[in-house]
């Protein structure tokens, strides 16, 4: 078996499939797998030689959750996701035992505005900053003088997993905008929100909501092709390299897919 120092074994709970290669999960280690909201967990299969094949996933639930929460897409040709998409209820993974990163919130710069874009599965650190945020407010833990602009690309809108979570919480918190956008809208012609690549329309938002490079972190999460224009406008804009945060899911040619 792997590893026990490394990994641990952790059963699948409960899991919701949002299109044919969109779903999520939620996975409950058998001990506790402290984070931060913005932060992601490697876990994956055993593979031959009792090697595990891994990959890092963002985490999106809270820190105050019990259960670790992740929204996976399936890539055709790729070597992991396949294998966890047949996986259900019941099933364990093998999980890496410390989470890591540093995507998450800015808490150094004193900026007031936080404008957080993604695509598709890229929404996750988001939806767990959300939570963890509206959780310290709703008990006082937390003052919010600060703003949340969301902007989330996709192809189609069934591929916007999280929108009634984010469109309902920022009705509840009058610092959170989310904006949707979809780049195919002939295919989904019920589709009455914005259309257009996110990348196309950082700037569109960013002039029209105020976000200011001097008040402003920008966050981009997802696609690597996304995320390299997306921080070129930016920087055309002014933003300076401390003010933008990246978090790509996977390297430049492997398993990209359109948003």
Not at 29 to 57: C, I, N
Request: glycine share 8%.
């Amino acid at each position: 078996m792997p590893a026990p120092d490394k990994y641990m074994s952790a059963p699948i709970v409960s899991r919701t499939d949002y299109a044919p290669t969109l779903w999520s999960v939620r996975i409950k280690p058998p001990e506790e797998l402290p984070f931060r909201a913005g932060q992601y967990v490697a876990f994956g299969v055993q593979d031959h030689d009792d090697k595990v094949l891994e990959r890092a996933f963002s985490i999106v639930s809270s820190p105050y959750e019990p259960e670790l929460e992740f929204f996976i897409e399936k890539v055709p040709e790729g070597a992991l996701s396949p294998r966890l998409h047949v996986l259900q209820v019941g099933d364990c993974v093998w999980m890496r035992r410390k989470a890591k990163g540093i995507f998450n919130l800015d808490a150094k710069s004193g900026h007031t505005d936080h404008f957080l874009v993604s695509t598709v599965t890229g929404i996750a650190p988001y939806i767990s900053m959300v939570r963890t945020l509206g959780k310290d407010l709703r008990e006082g833990r937390l003052q919010m003088p600060q703003r949340f602009v969301i902007l989330q690309g996709a192809a189609r809108s069934e591929e916007f997993a999280y929108d009634k979570e984010l469109r309902a919480a920022a009705a509840e918190h009058d610092w959170i905008t989310y904006v949707p956008t979809v780049s195919r809208p002939w295919e989904d012609p019920e589709w009455q929100g914005e259309r257009g690549r996110v990348d196309d329309l950082v700037r569109k938002y960013a002039d029209n909501l105020g976000l200011r490079p001097e008040t402003t972190t920008a966050y981009l999460c997802g696609n690597p092709g996304m995320i390299v224009n997306a921080r070129d406008i930016l920087k055309r804009r002014g933003f300076d390299h401390g003010s933008i945060k990246e978090e790509t899911y996977w390297a430049p040619g492997e398993g990209e897919v359109e948003y």
